[in-house]
C-alpha cells in the first residue's frame, strides 16, 4: 500500500534554553547552517547595540547591522547593505519588529534567516510572515520559515516584563481563533486543516491551564514553545488562519483607528480574543480566560489600556473590514453599532470590573 505523508515546513533548529546564545555559533555549525560563523546580524539600536557588545567576541566572522525600525523601508535597506557580503545567513537578532525586517531581507537576498528573540511579545518569530508599515499603514509579507529559531531564556529575563506578559495574550487568543476557523468551515465550507488546528489550540490550551507566571522557567518555556508551535501551525495552514481570527481583526482596528495610543499587539490580542468568546455564547471559556489573564496582569477591558466603551465600540465595528474576506465571530453575527455596545455592557457586567 502506498505511503501517504507530507513536509511540514518547520526550522530545522529550535533551542529555547538558559544560555541558548552563548554557543551559537556551534550550534548554526553543528547543524551545518554556517560552518564559519559568517553571518549578518540584525539588531535595534538599543537592546541589540548591548547584546552586541556581550556576543560579538564569541562571533568574530560576523557583521552587525543596525536596524532603524519596523517599516518595509527599513527592510529593503537592510538588504541592500547585506547582499554584498556573501554571508552564510541572516540572524535577527531583537523584538518582532528587528525579526519581521530580518525575515523580509533575508527572503530578499536568498539567505536563511535565523531568528533570535530577545522577548515573547508575539507569535511572529517563527511565522511565514514578515508585518512591516508601509505608506498605506501596515503589510504582511509572505516570507520563508526561519531555519533556526533561538529563544536564550536569560536574555528574555532582561525584557521588560510588559513584553513577555504580551505573548501570553497572543498565544491564549489561538483558543479563539480556531474557533473561528471551525466556524468557518461549519457556515461557509472554509477547509480546515487539522492538524494546523490542533497545534495552535493546544499552544493556547497550555498557557490557559498552566499555573505558573513569567517569573518561573517552566512557564517561560511552555509560553516560547507556544509561540513558536503556533508560527509552524501558520506555516502548515498556509496562512494565518490557526492563530488570527476576530481577536486578531480587533486588534488590528485599535491598531488603525488609533495608532498612537494602541497597546501591545498580545494586549490587544487577549483582550479580543475573551470579547469574541463571549460573542461565540462560550461564557465559561470567557471568564477562563479573563481570570488567566487578570492573574497575568493583562487587560480584559477597554479601560485597562487607556480606552473608553465608546472606542472599543468602534473598533469592534470596524475590525470587519481589517481583514475581508475572514470569517469570524464578528462576521456572522453582523452586529450593529448598538448591538455591540449592549454586547460589551454584558460582557463587562458579567467578567466584572
Known amino acids: 500500500m502506498p505511503v501517504l505523508t507530507r513536509l511540514i515546513p518547520s526550522p530545522v533548529v529550535v533551542d529555547i534554553s538558559r544560555g541558548a546564545l552563548d554557543d551559537l555559533a556551534g550550534l548554526l555549525a553543528d547543524q551545518r547552517i554556517s560552518t564559519n560563523g559568517k553571518l549578518a546580524f540584525a539588531i535595534s539600536g538599543g537592546s541589540g547595540a548591548a547584546l552586541r557588545e556581550r556576543f560579538a567576541p564569541l562571533l568574530p566572522n560576523a557583521s552587525w547591522y543596525e536596524v532603524g525600525g519596523g517599516t518595509l523601508d527599513d527592510a529593503i535597506q537592510l538588504a541592500d547593505a547585506m547582499k554584498s557580503g556573501r554571508y552564510d545567513a541572516v540572524v535577527g537578532l531583537g523584538g518582532g519588529k528587528i525579526i519581521d525586517c530580518a525575515k523580509y531581507a533575508a527572503a530578499r537576498i536568498g539567505l536563511p534567516l535565523v531568528a533570535v528573540a530577545t522577548n515573547l511579545s508575539h507569535d511572529g518569530l517563527c511565522s511565514p510572515v514578515a508585518t512591516l508599515d508601509n505608506d498605506a499603514g501596515r503589510g504582511s509579507y509572505g516570507v520563508p ?161 487607556g480606552f473608553d466603551p465608546d472606542e472599543f465600540v468602534e473598533a469592534v465595528a470596524y475590525a470587519p473590514q481589517t481583514r475581508p474576506g475572514r470569517y469570524t465571530i464578528l462576521e456572522h453575527l453582523d452586529l450593529s453599532t448598538d448591538q455591540i455596545r449592549d454586547a460589551y455592557a454584558d460582557y463587562a457586567q458579567t467578567i466584572g470590573s
Request: charged share 25%; hydrophobic share 45%; net charge negative.
Open 145 to 305: 520559515n526561519p531555519i533556526a529559531v533561538v529563544i536564550d531564556l536569560d536574555v528574555i529575563r532582561e525584557a521588560p516584563e510588559r513584553y513577555i506578559r504580551s505573548g501570553i495574550g497572543d498565544v491564549i487568543s489561538n483558543v479563539s481563533a480556531v474557533k473561528d476557523w471551525e466556524l468557518g468551515h461549519e457556515v461557509r465550507g472554509e477547509a480546515i486543516d487539522g492538524l494546523a488546528a490542533a497545534m495552535a489550540r493546544q499552544a493556547g490550551e497550555a498557557i490557559l491551564h498552566h499555573p505558573g507566571d513569567v517569573s518561573d522557567d517552566n512557564f517561560l518555556q511552555v509560553l516560547a514553545e507556544g509561540l513558536v508551535l503556533t508560527g509552524i501551525s501558520m506555516s502548515v495552514a498556509g496562512d494565518s488562519r490557526p492563530a488570527s481570527g476576530a481577536c486578531h481583526e480587533i486588534n488590528h482596528a485599535f491598531d488603525l483607528l488609533y495608532p498612537k495610543r494602541a497597546a501591545p499587539h498580545g494586549e490587544q490580542c487577549g483582550l479580543g480574543a475573551a470579547f469574541a468568546t463571549y460573542l461565540r455564547g462560550d461564557k465559561d471559556t470567557a471568564k477562563l480566560m479573563v481570570q488567566v489573564l487578570r492573574r497575568h496582569r493583562l487587560p480584559v477591558l477597554p479601560a485597562d489600556i
